[in-house]
């Protein structure tokens, strides 16, 4: 019985095999113009699990004719650091190049990630890091400096459709109905990893391959979403701005994932409490009130009733007209705020509570009555002629 997963023996080892990564892949892509070059070059490959990265690393590493090592930040430590660097020094007296693959690199502490920093430097390795997270926060600077960021985008479903036909003609099934394959693309929410792993899971189960057998095999996949991930954020920033855009469906389907991914409902209402503020404004006083009771409602009642309270929410702050003039105000007023700190209040704005202050003009004018107005300037002289909040239409 072979021992090796399907995954690991449909993967691609030259540039021309890989499916799904057309934007970096191909005549005049980037990947496809180093390795015609065959000069290393540090690279960071971020994206999403089962896209590629490791397969690109050591199709790359073979352009070059360089020894190829793979570590994984989860599981090294400081003495296979020191492995690789003894290693890559023996690999530069015999004149071959080191290409170092580091797997998770998020993982590696700051610290971790300076001990590669020299010997990048130097040329002594070439190093490739794959994350699933912004490398933007999450690889050093002076690394991400030295190296290109590539992303390595989901497969599309076509793609991932086409990795399993190919997977089927290798395996030798030919009985395999197409809404069971349609399904497996479905499932692998753009990994062909898991993809492979589900497909090779129902070839054991049955010599005839349907949709139940898929469902039988990859049981009900949880959604690939990380609470600290960028995923979390993508997904509740496209919540908020198809909400902002009006958007009912979107927004309904952007809450729909998150809700069933887990997410804690309460973040989604605080969120949402926010958005009534920022987003709706003065259009609709009203919607404050509403998302303060809906992240109440979400405190007292729990999932999965909550999801509902969340849904009727969602869809009358989506439906509500919009106006930021007081977000933008405010935001203004910070601004300004920052800028002029130590600006003195106006003499006749300041508290009288003794009679030198009083006599030295302080609070000069001043009435305790409804709709009292000096025909005065408010704000400090320096800035007296400042507009901070703009009035529009409201629509």
């Given at each position: 019985?072979?021992?090796?997963?399907?995954?690991?023996?449909?993967?691609?080892?030259?540039?021309?095999?890989?499916?799904?990564?057309?934007?970096?892949?191909?005549?005049?892509?980037?990947?496809?113009?180093?390795?015609?070059?065959?000069?290393?070059?540090?690279?960071?490959?971020?994206?999403?699990?089962?896209?590629?990265?490791?397969?690109?690393?050591?199709?790359?590493?073979?352009?070059?004719?360089?020894?190829?090592?793979?570590?994984?930040?989860?599981?090294?430590?400081?003495?296979?650091?020191?492995?690789?660097?003894?290693?890559?020094?023996?690999?530069?007296?015999?004149?071959?190049?080191?290409?170092?693959?580091?797997?998770?690199?998020?993982?590696?502490?700051?610290?971790?990630?300076?001990?590669?920093?020299?010997?990048?430097?130097?040329?002594?390795?070439?190093?490739?890091?794959?994350?699933?997270?912004?490398?933007?926060?999450?690889?050093?600077?002076?690394?991400?400096?030295?190296?290109?960021?590539?992303?390595?985008?989901?497969?599309?479903?076509?793609?991932?459709?086409?990795?399993?036909?190919?997977?089927?003609?290798?395996?030798?099934?030919?009985?395999?109905?197409?809404?069971?394959?349609?399904?497996?693309a479905e499932l692998s929410g753009g990994d062909a990893r898991s993809a492979l792993g589900d497909l090779e899971l129902a070839i054991s189960l049955s010599d005839h391959?349907?949709?139940?057998?898929?469902?039988?095999?990859?049981?009900?996949?949880?959604?690939?979403?990380?609470?600290?991930?960028?995923?979390?954020?993508?997904?509740?920033?496209?919540?908020?701005?198809?909400?902002?855009?009006?958007?009912?469906?979107?927004?309904?389907?952007?809450?729909?994932?998150?809700?069933?991914?887990?997410?804690?409902?309460?973040?989604?209402?605080?969120?949402?409490?926010?958005?009534?503020?920022?987003?709706?404004?003065?259009?609709?006083?009203?919607?404050?009130?509403?998302?303060?009771?809906?992240?109440?409602?979400?405190?007292?009642?729990?999932?999965?009733?909550?999801?509902?309270?969340?849904?009727?929410?969602?869809?009358?702050?989506?439906?509500?007209?919009?106006?930021?003039?007081?977000?933008?105000?405010?935001?203004?007023?910070?601004?300004?705020?920052?800028?002029?700190?130590?600006?003195?209040?106006?003499?006749?704005?300041?508290?009288?509570?003794?009679?030198?202050?009083?006599?030295?003009?302080?609070?000069?004018?001043?009435?305790?009555?409804?709709?009292?107005?000096?025909?005065?300037?408010?704000?400090?002289?320096?800035?007296?002629?400042?507009t901070i909040f703009h009035s529009t239409e409201i629509k």
């Amino acid at each position: 019985m072979n021992r090796v997963p399907l995954a690991e023996r449909m993967r691609p080892t030259k540039l021309s095999d890989v499916l799904g990564q057309s934007e970096i892949v191909g005549d005049g892509k980037i990947l496809t113009e180093i390795a015609k070059k065959g000069e290393p070059v540090n690279l960071i490959f971020w994206g999403p699990p089962g896209t590629g990265k490791t397969t690109l690393a050591r199709i790359l590493a073979h352009e070059f004719n360089a020894d190829f090592i793979e570590i994984s930040a989860v599981t090294a430590g400081k003495k296979d650091v020191e492995a690789v660097v003894a290693r890559a020094k023996t690999n530069w007296n015999l004149k071959t190049r080191t290409v170092l693959f580091v797997d998770e690199i998020h993982r590696f502490n700051k610290a971790q990630q300076d001990a590669f920093l020299p010997h990048v430097e130097s040329g002594l390795i070439t190093l490739i890091g794959a994350t699933t997270e912004n490398p933007s926060f999450e690889v050093i600077s002076p690394l991400l400096s030295r190296s290109r960021v590539v992303v390595v985008s989901p497969l599309s479903k076509s793609a991932i459709l086409q990795v399993l036909k190919n997977a089927c003609k290798s395996e030798n099934v030919t009985s395999i109905d197409d809404d069971a394959l349609d399904y497996l693309a479905e499932l692998s929410g753009g990994d062909a990893r898991s993809a492979l792993g589900d497909l090779e899971l129902a070839i054991s189960l049955s010599d005839h391959i349907t949709r139940d057998i898929v469902i039988e095999a990859a049981g009900r996949k949880m959604p690939g979403y990380d609470k600290k991930g960028d995923n979390h954020y993508d997904t509740i920033s496209a919540f908020i701005k198809s909400m902002r855009g009006s958007d009912t469906d979107a927004a309904l389907y952007y809450l729909a994932r998150m809700v069933e991914a887990g997410e804690d409902p309460k973040f989604i209402a605080r969120r949402m409490v926010i958005f009534a503020s920022e987003d709706i404004g003065l259009a609709g006083n009203g919607a404050l009130s509403l998302a303060t009771a809906c992240f109440q409602a979400v405190e007292r009642v729990g999932m999965p009733e909550s999801g509902l309270i969340l849904a009727h929410t969602c869809v009358a702050l989506s439906k509500s007209r919009k106006n930021r003039d007081s977000a933008d105000a405010w935001y203004a007023a910070l601004d300004l705020a920052r800028k002029t700190p130590n600006e003195p209040v106006p003499v006749w704005l300041r508290n009288a509570p003794t009679k030198l202050m009083r006599d030295l003009g302080y609070g000069k004018g001043q009435k305790w009555e409804s709709g009292f107005h000096l025909d005065k300037n408010y704000l400090p002289d320096s800035i007296k002629d400042t507009t901070i909040f703009h009035s529009t239409e409201i629509k």
